[in-house]
Structures are given as structure tokens and as C-alpha cells.
């Protein structure tokens, strides 16, 4: 579904000290503005991508009145569509494949996931996101095979012995998690035959599982307000949310020091950040920092576009980011709940082979030699995105993407390969079976890479350009 954001940077204090913090922050007092800003500018980076994601749960497991809402917490949804622009709560959505999705409340007990057999030619994935936004494992064709079974997902608190009939346990940093199902469709036709296997996905509680007593469910959560994309970016209340947030991550233990220094400036699990307290200093404090943080990503976003920074490189797990917190912020920039590289790889077409941003104004093509289309496992696909908002394209045909499943529709060129048509208006009935419409203004384009092979994992092969067309 599945791909950037800012950092953090800390208020004035001097003489007057923090007085906007409240109780949380009165010990910053004696810190510096520059300190401040620094901290806040690495607090909004460290968090960017905790907030964004209490957004898109806030709509999707909390608001029964948002049009995104799928349903409560622990309740498998089956969507048995593909997105398209009408679906808005994600940027950068994968329209490939049907999706179903489960959050999980883990504070009570562990969660058992089902899946039915499926055919060894169908790719399936169930992508596990902790509330950092790491994908901290997998279930599907990849990593645990087509036969099916049941598969325990527990909390950061659980110490249970693997029950009987379960295939494998996985263990979540923080006790909200969301598990994104996608199961793939070949084609118009091939709808009926998703919904029969998605029908087959179950989720209950351990207990259930079991068939035992239900536990003591955990308290109701009091969910806050999320704030909107916009009021991400510039709004104090976004260091509110992330401690609220904190409080179902319990800190890792490579995050001590980092969260002793976030105190600083009122920023840590459970901790009160009345924004509309804040002193006019401590307010362009904030501002400073965030705004420091959206320069960072600037420059690592011409890196990507340029790329010497790879999707691969920004989604995965902590041990695989290795805490390197602006490469998770930019993957949730770019398109949160992106897969890690081995399950999925994201080629961007940012650019145009003379460097140029691609824009629906120009018209471009993209050819494909006939032994180089993208080595994958499972399927491929390119997919059309507007710019600034990072959502499918509306356009006449209804298509959103080219992929592979469609190689018996494309027309081949006189060697064999393919070229495709990359503008707003149609290149002609001839042309347009391999056309992607594109909006007026500005785009990108994701390529998607599922379960992708070792040329494209170790980069020998290269996804060709796009060329502004004559």
C-alpha cells in the first residue's frame, strides 16, 4: 500500500525557561535554543512516521464515520477490489492487488492469523507493521509458502510457550500493529477467485484459537484527534500525538539515550504537550525545527531522485535501518507501509533520462528490450502517481498501472520487447493498449518489484529510463 517526513526541534527556553511545556517539560528550563531546536528537529524526524501512521489508523480502526474506515481493532476486512483515486487515507496505494487488513490490539493477548491454502502460481503476502512503522516480518509466497496454516502474532510482553497447531510466532515491538494482506489478481476475471481466498483468511484471539476462556480485554483506549497531512507538517500538536503514541512502544533498548534527551523537551510515552500553551519563542522554536527536518528529507529526496538512495534502503526492519530514522521517514513520505526489498522492490521514475521532473505537459516513453523486463518471482507493475498528493491518476480508461499479468494485451515491438506510452492524452488506438495516462501536471511513476529476483536485489539489473518522446 502501501512510500518521507521531518524532524524534530526544540523550543526557546533561556530565563523564562519552557512555561508553554506544563509539568512534563518544566526541566528545560536551563536548555538552550539551539539545543532546543536540534532536539525538536530529531524528535519530529524520529516520529514523523508514528504519526502519520495513528492517522491512517485513526481512519481505518478508530472513525466509524471516516469514509477510509474498515472496521474495529482485531476484525480482519476483506476489500475485495483494487484502490483507485477514490481511496485517499494512504499516498502511494498499491493498485495490483486486492487488499485485506487487520489492526491488532496485542495489549490483551496475542492475535492468530489463518490463512487456506493457496495455488503455488498466486503471490500472497501479510506485511506485519509495527506502530514505528517497521515491517518486522512477513507471512506469505515468500517467506512461509503457499499451504496454508495458522500464525501467532503476540505482543512486546508475551512470554508464551508456542501453542499446538501453530506454524511460526512473531513478536511486535508495540502493542498496536497493523497486518496488510495482499493477494494478487491476475486479471478483471480472476476477481471471484481473490474473494473465495480472502473468505479463508481468519484472525481471532489466542484464546479463541484455543478454545478457551476469553481473557480480561485490556481498557478502551481513549483515542486523540489525529491531525491532518497538512497539519503534520507545521502544527506543535504533532509532538501531543507522538506521546501519546509512545505509550503503547515500550522503548528499545538502543533508544534509551534517545528518549532521555526527547524529555528535554517534553517529548517521551505518556507525557502532556499542551500546544496551546507554548510561548512565542518556544512556538518558532518548533517551527525552526520541523522546518529543519523537511530540509533534510529535501536533500535526501534529490538523492532518491537521483538514485544513489534506494526504496530498498529506507524499508524494513530496525535491525535493517539500523535506527536510521530519515530513511524511515522518507519511506513513509514517499509511500508508508512500502514492502522491505526482499518481499517487494519500488523503482521511482522521479525524473526523465535529461533530469528533468516528468510533468503530463511532455510525453514520454519507456522501452523494455525483450530479455530485460523486470526479473521477479512473483509479478511487475508501473503504476502512475499526481503530484504533490501521491495518489492514483483519474482518466478516461479507468487504468492506473501497466503490469505483467497484462503482457497478452501489450503490443510488442518488431524485436520483441516492449514500449510503453507515458502521457495525458492517448497515443492512438494503435499505441494504446501499452499506454499509462498521466494527469496534466506534475507525476511520478513506482515500479513494483514483487518478490524480486537476485539481479534486481543485487542491482545488475537496471530499470530503463524514461524518455521524453520526439
Known sequence: MNITKRDFTKGLVLAAGFAGFGSATAQAADIVETEARAI??????YGFPMVDNYRIQHAYFVDAKNPEYKGPWNQLVNIPRVYTPADTAVQTPNSDTPYSMIGMDLRAEPM???VPPIEKDRYFSIQLIDAYTFNFDYIGSRATGNDGGSFLIAGPGWKGETPQGIKKVFISETELIIAAYRTQLFNADDLDNVK????????????????QTAVETAPAIDFIKPLTPEEEKTSPEFFNILNFILQYCPTDPSETELMARFAKIGVGPGKTFDASTLSPETKTALDQGMADAWADLAALRKRVDAGEVTSGDMFGTREYLKNNYLYRMAAAVLGIYGNSKQEAMYPIYAVDSDGKKLDGANKYTVHFAADQLPPV????????YNLPE????ANPINRYLLNSPMLPQFVKDPDGGLTFYVQNESPGKDKEPNWLPAPKGPFFIAMRLYWPKQAALEGTWKQPPMTPAS
Open 40 to 45: 525538536a528537529k530529531e524528535a519530529y524526524i
Open 112 to 114: 492468530v492469523l489463518t
Open 196 to 211: 473465495k481466498i480472502q473468505a479463508g483468511y481468519k484472525a481471532e484471539p489466542l484464546s479463541k484459537f484455543l478454545g
Open 377 to 384: 518471482s512473483a509479478f511487475w507493475s508501473l503504476t502512475m
Open 390 to 393: 501521491s495518489l492514483l491518476v
